[in-house]
């Protein structure tokens, strides 16, 4: 059974920093691709940030400059670093993984609220 993992989330103050982290557990295939979305109350789920075990990585245009993401592929877990938040990046931030042969597997979603 895969087990997705978040920890981090909380209420910040606009401009604050938080670091998001995300541990897999039970896959029996290594994971290609790793990352995080977000959904705003009454809006779509977008992608936030992703990451290959070859560390490749692809951020919306929204966070770019302002979060980092990065893994431990050793560890099977994924970061996310925020910095400079704004009230805008309010949301329930979901982990996934993307495992050979297995297909996606999310988190339980970890909240993150950003007060003005």
């Known amino acids: 059974q895969v087990q997705l993992v978040e920890s981090g989330g909380g209420l910040v103050q606009a401009g604050g920093s938080l670091r998001l982290s995300c541990a897999a557990s039970g896959s029996r295939s290594s994971i290609h691709r790793m990352g995080w979305y977000r959904q705003a109350p009454g809006k779509q789920r977008e992608l936030v940030a992703s990451?290959?075990?070859?560390?490749?990585?692809n951020y919306a245009d929204s966070v770019k400059g302002r979060f980092t993401i990065s893994r431990d592929n050793a560890k099977n877990t994924v970061y996310l670093q925020m910095n400079s938040l704004k009230p805008e990046d309010t949301a329930v931030y979901y982990c996934?993984?993307?495992?050979?042969?297995?297909?996606?597997?999310w988190g339980q979603g970890t909240q993150v609220t950003v007060s003005s």
């Open positions: 996934y993984a993307l495992i050979n042969s297995m297909g996606t597997y």
């Open positions: 990451i290959t075990s070859g560390v490749s990585t």
